[in-house]
Nanobody, 124 residues
Framework: QLQFVESGGGLVQPGGSLRLSCAAV????????IAWFRQAPGKEHEGVAC????????YYSDSVKGRFTISRDNVKNTVFLQMNSLQPEDTAVYSC?????????????????WGQGTRVTVSS
């Protein structure tokens, strides 16, 4: 399993913003679709944003569309998630996933393994 280092999480008030980073460790992510998933307490993993290998195709869940933006910098070997207008229901551990198949990851939100992730807490 290829590894990521996720960072940028924290405590933020409702309406606030955070920018998460997902850095590939020891491998190049250039040819992979990359997605952000989240897992809220007591719930299953939910795919929220996904980006194709060249950055031209992006996908979002209905729950975050219009508030979150995924981007990638293949030179820096990193994928970002800009999260605006955060709400308490966005509270979760956010993790990255990869796949050579954009359809499998970004359309069907299929993934089998998870890293440690970064925790986001939205609370006043």
């Amino acid at each position: 399993q290829l590894q990521f280092v996720e960072s940028g999480g924290g405590l933020v008030q409702p309406g606030g913003s955070l920018r998460l980073s997902c850095a590939a460790v020891g491998w190049r992510l250039d040819y992979y679709a990359i997605a952000w998933f989240r897992q809220a307490p007591g719930k299953e993993h939910e795919g929220v944003a996904c980006i194709g290998s060249n950055g031209n195709s992006t996908y979002y869940s209905d729950s975050v569309k219009g508030r979150f933006t995924i981007s990638r910098d293949n030179v820096k070997n990193t994928v970002f998630l800009q999260m605006n207008s955060l709400q308490p229901e966005d509270t979760a551990v956010y993790s990255c996933a990869y796949d050579l198949s954009m359809s499998r990851l970004c359309v069907h939100w299929l993934n089998d393994a998870w890293g440690q992730g970064t925790r986001v807490t939205v609370s006043s």
